[in-house]
T-cell receptor
Framework: EAGVAQSPRYKIIEKRQSVAFWCNPISGHATLYWYQQILGQGPKLLIQFQNNGVVDDSQLPKDRFSAERLKGVDSTLKIQPAKLEDSAVYLC????????????FGPGTRLTVL | AQSVAQPEDQVNVAEGNPLTVKCTYSVSGNPYLFWYVQYPNRGLQFLLKYITGDNLVKGSYGFEAEFNKSQTSFHLKKPSALVSDSALYFCAVRDGTGGSYIPTFGRGTSLIVHP
């Protein structure tokens, strides 16, 4: 079974530039999550999708972050414009849908904002 | 609001000795509890979970955890540590009783197993 795929693995940009991350979850997984993991901290949920609908985006900084999952499969997370404090690893995860199921994580995208 | 506390930033243990990584939680409803492990430059990997039933749950790589409702704890344990167990460990909680389904993670505990 293929795992959660993310790209790119690394990205370096300057502040005020824009950046996009892509995630392809495990086939058949209805629920997709985007997390932000700042160095030395645990993952913080940014947004949760169920199929192509948003379940929760209460912790997403909507003035600069956006995410979509148009066909209920892969997803894109965008930051525009980036700030220095956005430097972090962005993790994508998926589950089969039930809240008691474990999440499967991708390798993450390490973003550095200069 | 739900929360998770991992009181130790780092745990050091000698190979062959038992290890414990501590986790306490706060949630308004019934807790769904998870442990994940993160190796360098890798995503998180699932170790084990408690949803309901037996308070002692067994997971991958010989790890186990005990759910203690009165102490609101879910400590991760292993009888005999291996050097290869050295990694970052995260505890996570979700409210399983119709509350927010947002998973909340602790800040992580670095486990270092010395040869």
């Amino acid at each position: 079974e293929a795992g959660v795929a993310q790209s790119p693995r690394y990205k370096i940009i300057e502040k005020r530039q824009s950046v996009a991350f892509w995630c392809n979850p495990i086939s058949g997984h209805a629920t997709l999550y985007w997390y932000q993991q700042i160095l030395g901290q645990g993952p913080k949920l940014l947004i949760q999708f169920q199929n192509n609908g948003v379940v929760d985006d209460s912790q997403l900084p909507k003035d600069r972050f956006s995410a979509e999952r148009l066909k209920g499969v892969d997803s894109t997370l965008k930051i525009q414009p980036a700030k220095l404090e956005d430097s972090a690893v962005y993790l994508c995860a998926s589950t089969e849908g039930s809240s008691y199921n474990e999440q499967f994580f991708g390798p993450g995208t390490r973003l550095t904002v200069l | 609001a739900q929360s998770v506390a991992q009181p130790e930033d780092q745990v050091n243990v000698a190979e062959g000795n038992p290890l414990t990584v501590k986790c306490t939680y706060s949630v308004s409803g019934n807790p769904y509890l998870f442990w994940y492990v993160q190796y360098p430059n890798r995503g998180l990997q699932f170790l084990l979970k408690y949803i309901t039933g037996d308070n002692l749950v067994k997971g991958s790589y010989g790890f186990e955890a005990e759910f203690n409702k009165s102490q609101t704890s879910f400590h991760l344990k292993k009888p005999s540590a291996l050097v290869s167990d050295s990694a970052l460990y995260f505890c996570a909680v979700r409210d399983g009783t119709g509350g927010s389904y947002i998973p909340t993670f602790g800040r992580g505990t670095s486990l270092i197993v010395h040869p």
